[in-house]
């Protein structure tokens, strides 16, 4: 599986919202951009589409920008790349079945579903609030140290 820069950008950037969740304060994409190295106008392309998806709300205005539409343990990660991956969960398309059905067959009921089924319940298993945890273990971890 690959997941395209629209969705690692998603993720990165909805983690990063995730971690300021409680300060209630508005993420532009401005700051986002700059905070994670990711250029301003692919951002936001990413947020139209992760706003479309329910994932984000937004407000306009010199003190609006963009705010998770629910507490980071109630966003998956699928949610996230359901809305800026448009082939990532879409089912497999038929291989050989015109003229070779039982491969067809046993390709789509051994490898095909079952990835997908695999891939679709991980993805519903990992919630942002998840993933703030995880970046909070990592933290510091690549800071370079000085001793005196």
Do not use: W
Request: charged share 25%; proline share 1%.
């Amino acid at each position: 599986m690959r997941i395209s820069s629209k969705g690692r950008y998603a993720l990165a950037a909805v983690t990063n919202m995730a971690q300021r969740y409680d300060s209630g304060e508005y993420a532009t994409v401005i700051n986002i951009s700059k905070e994670l190295g990711i250029s301003k106008i692919y951002l936001e392309q990413v947020f139209s589409l992760l706003k479309r998806g329910g994932v984000v709300t937004s407000t306009k205005g010199a003190q609006g920008g963009y705010l998770l539409s629910r507490k980071p343990g109630q966003i998956t990660v699928f949610e996230v790349l359901a809305s800026v991956e448009d082939s990532l969960f879409e089912r497999t398309q038929e291989t050989v079945a015109e003229n070779a059905m039982d491969i067809e067959s046993a390709l789509r009921i051994t490898v095909f579903d079952t990835l997908d089924e695999v891939i679709s319940e991980t993805s519903q298993g990992i919630t942002l609030l998840d993933l703030v945890n995880e970046a909070e273990k990592h933290k510091g971890e690549h800071e370079i140290m000085f001793y005196i």
